[in-house]
């Protein structure tokens, strides 16, 4: 079935750049996206990707997308303490619906 | 920010109790999702609605009922609750069809089940 995996944990020093992996199962997924929850709160929409595009990039944001290896990563440039929380990446399962299939979220530690 | 509120935002409730989380939009969104987020299992769909008195079951619905009986509100019903039930609850909305799918998310509700 559908299903999406990401690494649980990273941790980085602050002005370094993070980057986070995601893979994922259905190759017909329109879009692919991003999620930043901050402790206590919903998650906020970062960033997502159209399935015929291979780059995105908004500000120290950059996603890339290898559709062959259903490999989606979301690279955070001069990372702050700031941008610690969990990422979440979701590919779409039903376009009809909108119904997303999430990861599990990734934990990222920025340490001053 | 979308205009999701949740409602209650804290519950503590009894093992056998009825329990009712309330998501209310002001985006006149057709789609409606509730999530349970669980440490280890990311967020998983409960129950959806793609309309007035329009539901369906998601991947987790067992022990779980939904009802939209206006645009605006979509209520999540544990009818008899169990500490399995323990979570944060997270309602979303979404306009299926347009340029994106994207998903908006409410502030949650954290519920304990004793």
């Known amino acids: 079935g559908e299903d999406v995996e990401q690494s649980l944990f990273l941790s980085v020093r602050e002005g370094d750049s993070s980057v986070i992996n995601c893979t994922y199962t259905?190759?017909?997924?329109?879009?692919l996206y991003w999620y930043k929850q901050e402790p206590g709160a919903g998650l906020q929409l970062l960033t997502y990707?159209?399935?015929?595009?291979d780059m995105k990039q908004d500000q120290r944001l950059t996603v890339l997308l290898n559709k062959k290896d259903k490999h989606l990563s979301l690279r955070i440039a001069d990372t702050q303490t700031g941008d610690s929380a969990i990422y979440f990446c979701?590919?779409?399962?039903?376009?009809?619906?909108?119904?997303?299939?999430f990861g599990q979220g990734t934990t990222l530690q920025v340490k001053p | 920010d979308a205009g999701i509120t949740q409602s209650p935002r804290h519950k503590v409730t009894e093992t056998g109790t009825p329990v009712t989380l309330r998501c209310h939009q002001t985006?006149?969104?057709?789609?409606m999702y509730w999530y349970r987020q669980d440490p280890g299992h990311g967020l998983r769909l409960i129950h959806y609605?793609?309309?007035?008195?329009?539901?369906d079951k998601g991947e987790v619905s067992d022990g779980y009922s939904v009802s939209r009986s206006k645009t605006e509100d979509f209520l999540l019903t544990l009818e008899s609750a169990t500490s399995s039930q323990t979570s944060v609850y997270f309602c979303?909305?979404?306009?299926?069809?347009?340029?994106?799918?994207?998903?908006?998310f409410g502030p949650g509700t954290r519920l304990l089940v004793l």
């Open positions: 979303a909305i979404s306009d299926p069809g347009g340029d994106q799918e994207t998903q908006y």
């Open positions: 259905d190759s017909s997924s329109t879009y």
């Open positions: 990707i159209f399935s015929n595009m």
């Open positions: 979701a590919e779409v399962f039903s376009s009809n619906t909108g119904k997303l299939i």
């Open positions: 985006e006149n969104h057709r789609y």
């Open positions: 609605s793609y309309g007035v008195k329009d539901t």
